[in-house]
């Protein structure tokens, strides 16, 4: 203070009363810039507030519009240059990107009890999705998403049919039951789920082509809470085109597609008598996948996932076989991820669980019970067809792009069938007369129960296989039973006491267990 008052040639009075005057501007300074900065974060065009948006909006070489330039604001593109933080689950200041390239609900209790496991193993916190709507006006399209904090999000789009993907890893959804069955706009319907571990996936069916007009994600009120908003304009079928498809390899599938159908890699088993026989227990769908929707949003993963749980539980208790299952949880898995599964396991049965709903009000009323599948080249009937197009879509409804498939031509299915060991479609008629005579002594089953179609998931060389329709959804007294924990009971005994006839009668024909 006595060399301030020299060297300023005042009095002390005057140098502290100086001094004072700084720190109070100091102070207001900084207030004012605190202010300001929470009037933009929650001001309604308030900047983007995450790693990145990447939004997919021209195939490589095709004709489809650039985004918007509403989607990347010119400071977010400086900004989308500097690298991810190391540790994602502390809060950044993040950007948003376009890399400028071209239903029915999921979820429920299921998919919020999946998330919820996976939050409470993982790494890193995940963020919560807490609304997701649709929103139309003029001739644009809006889809409206919060969420309790941010993550980097990819979009792009599909065709055959018309699909936008929306991928954001580390999320559970905390979503209403039965959410997204009713669209608007150019959104007919949308979904969502696990599509793998720690990556989340909302499918958005389009009523025909459309383009990613703009996407954000802003922040939304105080705290890390964060809103997305995607605008949707239609285009022409030339200016879609294929769509744009995933690109990175946080967009692709859960697993790497084979280049070929999975039967063909079968690897080659070296059977032993001592062996207990391995069965591997298939609920259909699952994760973004929620199969058949039914009364009261009743969900066809949900139904089979806890089916084929008492079947485990059962099996093992007979201490007779070994025991797996594709899925243990609500998650996501192709049909080729599934076939692969069972020969790698070297499965001696492969059971697959799934349930049916008919949308037509007037039959829904009159047609349930089960039904048994087994694999032939050609449908048994019409109906067969039918139910198997309807689940070789699976892969289709999480957001898989079905060109994947296409090598799956009636030259490749010649082959596959000329491949398929006699005996093995054999024993997958003598499990399906020994299944069907046990379910129809404790659950009703279907006018014609037993059937056969080309279900891919069926299409395995070795395991003898067959597919059960446990009943219909859409039937109100087939709904109330499926929901019955007594129910689901019977049905896994009846299961169960099938599984045992079969392999009592494949060991007295040949003396071991294994095929």
Known sequence: MRWLCAVCGVGAFCVSAALHMMLLCSILAVSVSFQASVAIAQGNGGKSVFDTVIVRNRSSGGSGSPASPLAIPAEEKAAAAVPEPADKSEWAPLSGQNRGGSGAASGGSESRNAGRRAESGGAHPMAEVREARVSAEGGKTQFHMSLSSGVRVEIFTLANPYRVIIDLPDVVFHLPDGIGQKGGGLISAFRYGLFADRKGRIVIDATGPVRIEGAKMSTSGRGRAVKLEMELVSITAAEFGAGTGA????????????????????????????????????????????????????????????????????????????????????????????????????????????????????????????????????????????????????????????????????????????????????????????????????????RDPQRSAAFRVLKQTRAPSVLIELGYLSNEADAKLMRQAEWQGKVAQSIVAAIDAFFDKRTVRTGRSRP
């Open 247 to 446: 690109q990175t390899s946080a967009a692709a599938a859960p697993a790497e597609p084979a280049s070929r159908p999975a039967i063909y890699d079968d690897a080659v088993r070296s059977p032993s008598a001592e062996k207990k026989p391995l069965i591997l227990i298939d609920p259909g769908h699952g994760g973004i996948d929620p199969g058949a929707v039914g009364i009261n949003s009743l969900l066809e993963k949900s139904i089979v996932l806890e089916v084929a749980r008492r079947i485990e539980k059962r099996l093992k208790a007979t201490a007779r076989y070994r025991v797996a299952m594709t899925r243990d949880r609500d998650v996501f898995l192709s049909l080729d991820q599934r076939v692969k599964m069972s020969s790698e396991l070297g499965a001696d049965l492969f059971v697959s669980l799934h349930a049916d709903s008919l949308e037509s009000k007037t039959f829904a009323t009159q047609v349930r019970g089960a039904t048994v599948y087994t694999l032939s080249e050609r449908a048994s009937d019409e109906q067969a067809r039918l139910m198997a197009e309807k689940e070789n879509a699976s892969d289709q409804a999480a957001g898989i792009d079905s060109s994947t498939f296409s090598i799956e031509n009636a030259e490749v299915r010649s082959i596959l069938f000329d491949l398929m060991k006699r005996e093995t479609s054999n024993f997958s008629t003598d499990f399906s007369n020994l299944l069907l005579a046990r379910l129809k002594q404790s659950v009703s089953v279907s």
